[in-house]
């Protein structure tokens, strides 16, 4: 018992077994200025860890209230900013099962391109900075190269390299320019020497390998507890993929496979989605070869609006594009919820209409809110030096994440 006259007699003090409590970010170079770390340390185990999200907090659910169903478009391009257009069309697949309406074959293989591309820069965008946090930066400026290739061909089909708001409901903005086919081909076989540098710089690499393997593991159960999905859910066995579960915008057309670990440690994840990006160039090429002709978006004047010529040379052109914009669809009263298979897992969006020309509600499930859930059991009981990796395999978009 301590002597009330000496309380800190120093043969009563055991540094070994003080708890000390820290804040880990949300300024830190790995926590990207979005996400705060409470930790509880003995020495450098971590004994608990409080993860708190909402840093980037921009209210897209209230916003997407504010304005027309098409205005809301541009706000999903700012919630999963590595693969905007996955988001662009999970949104209108949601309204347009709300109108009851299916886009033409040639749409909907434009979607899936879109959507795959966008699947590659985002794994990319993970895995680079990953490497990089990791001291690998030779792979991330790698990745980054390769990135660059697939957002010159974003900005050649949508006219913008990251906030795209390519899709319309009902259809896309724009058809493919003539010579897509070929620059994605040439992108699609850079892609694949990257990768193969990579595989050759990192994948044996003996610190990187023991950095992640047995490093933040979570069991199917308790990926499945979580709600988790998409490749941390894939990494510990469980075979689920929206695109295979419930096929949407013809990915039912398509011959691929869905890459799965086996002991959904941060490794595992790593190399999921280095196994899944193959798999999108699968998809893309496929569908480029199939790509059907026909229209990009449907018809109907009350949903589309017309085309320019249409506005400016006959006042029912003029008043369609004016009753469009100002008033917006009209979308039967109702509701519908969409998921698709975003880079992160499931990204569904539940949309409500109450039959005027915008949302009376927005809900979007993003997957690495509900991945950050788990984040704080991944941490407990790994170093402090776990921590960056394990964050890194998460991929928490603060966009999507804290909405």
């Not at 697939?150 to 089909?157: L, N, P, S």
Request: net charge negative; charged share 25%; aromatic share 8%.
């Amino acid at each position: 018992m301590a002597d009330p006259a000496r309380p800190f007699a120093p043969a009563e003090i055991d540094p070994t077994e003080e708890i000390m409590e820290i804040q880990m970010g949300p300024s830190h170079p790995a926590s990207h200025g979005t996400v705060k770390f409470n930790l509880r340390l003995d020495g450098e185990v971590v004994v608990d860890c409080d993860v708190e999200v909402g840093y980037l907090h921009r209210a897209f659910e209230k916003m997407a209230e504010q304005g027309t169903w098409t205005q809301v478009i541009p706000y999903t391009d700012r919630l999963n900013y590595a693969s905007p257009l996955i988001n662009n069309v999970g949104y209108a697949l949601a309204v347009e099962k709300l109108l009851g309406i299916e886009v033409p074959p040639r749409c909907q293989y434009i979607r899936v391109i879109m959507s795959e591309l966008s699947r590659l820069t985002d794994h990319e965008t993970c895995l680079g900075m990953a490497a990089t946090e990791l001291g690998a930066m030779t792979v991330g400026f790698l990745l980054n190269e390769s990135r660059e290739l697939v957002y010159d061909i974003a900005e050649a089909v949508t006219g913008a390299r990251l906030t795209v708001s390519y899709t319309r409901i009902g259809g896309v903005t724009n058809d493919f320019p003539p010579d897509i086919a070929d620059k994605i081909a040439a992108a699609l076989k850079h892609t694949r020497g990257i990768l193969t540098d990579c595989d050759k710089l990192l994948t044996r690499n003996r610190i990187f390998y023991d950095r992640m393997r047995n490093i933040g593991t979570l069991t199917p159960a308790d990926a499945i507890s979580y709600g988790i999905t998409g490749p941390m859910l894939r990494s510990t066995g469980v075979n689920y993929d929206v695109r295979k579960a419930r096929p949407y915008s013809s990915y039912d057309h398509f011959d691929f496979e869905v890459p799965l670990g086996s002991n959904g440690d941060n490794y595992d994840r790593f190399l999921v989605r280095v196994a899944e990006m193959e798999q999108s160039m699968r998809i893309i090429e496929q569908a480029l070869k199939n790509l059907p002709d026909g229209p990009i978006r449907i018809t109907d004047p009350r949903i589309t609006l017309p085309e320019k010529r249409d506005v400016y040379s006959n006042i029912e052109g003029l008043m369609n594009h004016f009753k469009l914009i100002m008033e917006g669809i009209k979308v039967p009263r109702g509701e519908a919820y969409q998921a698709v298979e975003g880079a992160n897992g499931e990204l569904g969006f539940y949309v409500v209409s109450d039959g005027s020309g915008r949302p009376y509600r927005v809900r979007v499930r993003p997957p690495c809110f509900l991945a950050m859930g788990a984040l704080g059991s991944l941490l407990k009981g790994g170093m402090i030096s776990d921590i960056v990796p394990t964050f890194g395999m998460l991929n928490m978009i603060g966009g999507e994440c804290d909405r």
